[in-house]
């Protein structure tokens, strides 16, 4: 059935450094990617997202990137720091509703 | 506070029971989800409302399950005859329209004993 996929379970890095987490999408036909941030005992937040007619798009120290071809989301957080530390998903909408995949966890060494 | 408001944000109850959890979506949002997270999961997507359309009930995994929304108002999940494999949380979003970034509340944490 359609998936989303994560490459990482884990993340661990340092603060300050940047932090790339990457997803795989099995739907050719989805044309929307969010990112959400999940925190302990909190809803998912949304981070920024992506349409399928573009590349990258970038945030406030976050950059979505997008390769259609390969069907490969790729979220990179800048400097970062304690707070940015939760699990991280990447969902495709092909149409409706959202498929998530399996989360990231980040967890950032002071 | 207009963001996406759940209630009970826990409940506890016993294997047979109904539940009704309640979500109250950002004001103006049309579309409404409701999702099942297991513990250390993604979402698991369950149903779909988006205006006055019928709803997506796809995702629904028994007929034990049905959700209610008057309107583009509040909305109601009920689980009939609990099992414990229901224990999860259910989270509720919005959006001004499907295909729009989804915002969603903080869930109710079911657990059946």
């Known amino acids: 059935g359609e998936s989303v996929g994560l490459h990482l379970p884990t993340l661990s890095v340092q603060e300050g450094d940047n932090s790339i987490i990457n997803c795989a999408y099995s739907?050719?036909?989805?044309?929307?990617f969010i990112w959400y941030k999940q925190e302990s005992g909190k809803g998912p937040q949304f981070i920024i997202d992506?349409?399928?007619?573009?590349d990258k798009r970038q945030g406030q120290r976050v950059t979505v990137l997008l390769n259609k071809t390969v069907k490969h989301l790729s979220l990179q957080i800048a400097a970062t720091q304690p707070g940015d530390s939760a699990v991280y998903f990447c969902a495709e909408m092909p149409g409706g509703k959202l498929i998530f995949g399996q989360g990231t966890e980040l967890s950032v060494k002071p | 506070g207009a963001g996406v408001s759940q209630s009970p944000s826990n409940k506890v109850t016993e294997k047979g029971k109904d539940v009704e959890l309640r979500c109250d979506p950002i004001?103006?949002?049309?579309?409404l989800y409701w999702y099942r997270q297991r513990l250390g999961q993604g979402l698991e997507f369950l149903i779909y409302?988006?205006?006055?359309?019928?709803?997506?009930k796809s995702g629904l995994p028994s007929d034990r399950f049905s959700a209610e929304r008057t309107g583009e108002s509040v909305s109601t999940l009920t689980i009939q005859r609990t099992q414990q494999e229901d224990s999860a949380v259910y989270l509720c979003?919005?959006?001004?329209?499907?295909?729009?970034?989804?915002?969603f509340g903080d869930g109710t944490r079911l657990s059946i004993l």
């Open positions: 004001s103006g949002h049309t579309a």
């Open positions: 739907n050719s036909a989805s044309d929307y």
């Open positions: 979003a919005s959006s001004w329209t499907d295909n729009q970034p989804q915002h």
């Open positions: 992506i349409r399928s007619n573009m």
């Open positions: 409302f988006q205006g006055n359309s019928a709803p997506d």
